[in-house]
């Protein structure tokens, strides 16, 4: 199965004779990367429900791209560091989803619930912890993830199947940073503080070099999301979009000026009709939106009708996705 995704790569563990060939086409690839243009989108995805027997995906990797289509909105593009000019650099940000309604990789469980890891140099921040902390420690474990490593979680919201598995991780002995909202109970707060560092979140409020959380959006409920701020765009990553998958979106853009070039992670879709779909879809358009992994809560329809508006350039996300992003 080919898929176009531009600077992104998909990992998975691949049988040697795929590796080999997956080395060919970077090496053609790369001989011919500024003629690479974003093409054969209309290659759809055929439906995914969720089921415990997974093939792995090989990986595949194409050439940094930019859609020349997308422009990012008027006014200053976010600073780039010096250190980003150096190209031998191996991709930046590894997003790792750990916990979710969709299978991906054999072996992990799946739920209603979403957990996803991103790693960035020696940074681990845990985005979201699932609703069951033995199904986390247990998906975790098989993605070879030692809870005690992490050094932030952030709760994108107060529902139990996004905050559930926290506790599990420090039982664990894990005493990540906690980066929850204000409006989280105070109660749930005190509680927290007792065991590690709780942090309540400000907009645009940086985690790390260049991972950065939205800050509180009004819902109902409130909910924050995690954005990484690339050389190609930013990559916002949702738990369940509850203000709203297009509220959340317009928010990182205005607020980050650039183009989002990846959408992943709950879009809360699943109850809505079709005509709000397509509304979505075309606000996704509007805003420029140049790819997207829906899973969690988005629904079966909805997926299938992101994989055929957007083609290649919609990622297949389910426990177990490994997706690197070039910084
Ligand atoms: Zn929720
Ligand atoms: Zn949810």
Redesign the pocket.
Known sequence: MKQQVGFIYLRDPVPQKEACFSFFMILCLFLTASCTSLSGQNKGYGKTEPTTSVTPIPTETVQPTKNPSLTPMEGEMRAKTPVEQNTNQPPGFKIKVLYDNYPHRKGLKTDWGFAALVEYKEEKILFDTGASGSLLLTNMKEMGIDPQDLDKVVLS?A?G??IGGLQAILNSGGRPVVYLLPSFSTSYKAGLRKTVKVVEVKPEQKLFERIYTTGEIHGP?PEQALILDTTHGLVVIT??A?PGVVTVVSWAKNHFREIPTLVLGGF?LFDRSEAHLRWVLDEFQRLGVERVAPCH?SGVRTREMFAREYGGRYLEVGAGRVIEIER
């Open positions: 919201h529902h199947d996004h409920p738990g369940c509850h809360h809560c």
